[in-house]
């Protein structure tokens, strides 16, 4: 019963406050994008600074050469962080490589969903989703490297540096990819995770063949 009663509010237009939105939309003509700004800000900035990462690691040594002016200009941040980090101090290290290669098919994937939303187009979203998974897993990986080593291996750390510089060198900045994305997965999880009768009457205005609705189509198949 309980369900029926949510049913019927969420098709009620007078309690639905998808549905006044919907309405708002059809007067004033403004839209409501399909990604919110800042989660297009966060696919970006993220894109970018990882595309740069791959940079740096998939050209050692020449992105790591102290003795090159041009290297420390460019990379002086990787610098930096290599220093705790023995990963990327490593020219050969092969995990670094291997994270690299899957970083360039999220960013890849970032700006698809970037320029999708930008079209409108309801795959967008769902791009935008599984995007910031594959990053929030690959980071917990990452993670899960530093810790619980196992007795005689070399540590991946840098065991000279303070407690200091390893929480502000390494924990924050590579926290930064587990706090967004588990953020940006919670903000879009209600906007996929739709009541099945707005999937039901979608794919009953798509004779259940066609998935080529624009996302205003969506929209108003759901809620009129």
Known sequence: MSGLISDQAFWNPVNS?????????KMTGIQEPVLPRWIVLWLFVSGMICTYDVAYTMNRPFTND??????????????????????????????????????????????????????????????????????????????????????????????NKSVWSKFMIFWVPNGVWIIMPTVVLFA????????????EKYWEASNKCRGDLSFEDQKKVALD
């Open 17 to 25: 406050e998808n549905a006044e939105r919907y309405h708002l939309v």
């Open 188 to 199: 879009l999880w209600n906007k996929l995770a739709l009541p099945p009768k707005i999937s």
């Open 66 to 159: 102290p003795a090159s002016p041009r290297a420390n200009l460019l990379f002086g941040g990787w610098a930096l962080y290599s220093s705790v980090d023995r990963h990327y101090l490593t020219t050969n290290d092969i995990f670094t490589c291997s994270t690299g290669r899957v970083m360039l098919l999220e960013c890849l994937l970032n700006f698809i969903a970037i320029g999708l939303a930008a079209a409108r187009n309801r795959h967008g979203l769902l791009l935008a989703f599984t995007s910031n998974i594959m990053v929030l897993w690959k980071t917990i990986l990452f993670f899960s490297v530093f810790l619980g080593q196992p007795e005689g291996h070399l540590p991946p750390m840098n065991p």
